[in-house]
């Protein structure tokens, strides 16, 4: 944890841009992908997820745009913050609660249950009526975890995506967020 506290201090010295924090590389390679945002400007918290939101409060941050892949996202939306598997798990749990929650039958939510992993899930989830609100919830809970632990004293945005399908759901203002990280980028690049 050390060494992300450096990297996130580093960051707030050099940058009054949003903090990007992503769990690892899925993440940074996402950003790369879909925003051309250089892996260079994201801190990798690994599984660290709370102790990271903790010193970003610590520092005063402002603003962090947090990405990451579903598999290990979706376990903040139950409220662990260390997404270690040694840990604890509940992403099957978890995503199917929200699955209950945006209208899918329990047979379906057994099916669910069944799986071995998340993107598994979302395959069977993809061609429901239910699977954009299972998402919207999904995001939501994990936005109501993070701000709940950093007090409500800084603006967090979400991006959750997964390898196979791209973005799953974004909060309200994530992609306001992206480009406050990107201008940030081309004006530091510019001088």
């Known amino acids: 944890i050390k060494t992300i506290q450096l990297e996130m201090r580093q960051k707030c010295l050099l940058s009054d841009a949003p903090l990007l924090l992503t769990p690892g590389n899925y ?19 690994s599984n660290f997820i709370g102790e990271a939101f903790d010193y970003a409060l610590e520092l005063g941050v402002k603003e962090i745009l947090f990405v990451g892949h579903i598999g290990k996202l979706v376990k903040i939306a139950s409220g662990i913050m260390n997404t270690h598997s040694k840990m604890a798990d509940a992403r099957l ?3 199917t609660c929200c699955a209950i929650l945006a209208g899918c039958d329990t047979l379906f939510a057994k099916e669910l249950l069944s799986c071995t992993t998340t993107d598994d899930a979302l395959r069977l989830l ?12 999904l995001s939501e809970k994990i936005l109501y975890h993070l701000r ?20 799953l759901a974004q909060s309200e203002h994530a992609l306001e967020l992206v480009e406050k990280i990107k201008s940030q980028i081309l004006y530091q690049n510019f001088y």
């Open 27 to 45: 993440g940074q390679q996402f950003l790369q992908k879909e925003f051309s945002i250089d892996l260079e400007q994201s801190v990798k918290c």
């Open 93 to 95: 749990e978890t995503l």
């Open 126 to 137: 993809t061609n429901t009526p239910c699977y954009q609100r299972t998402m919207e919830i």
């Open 148 to 167: 709940n632990r950093t007090e409500q004293k800084i603006r967090i945005e979400v991006i959750l995506f997964s390898n196979a399908t791209g973005v």
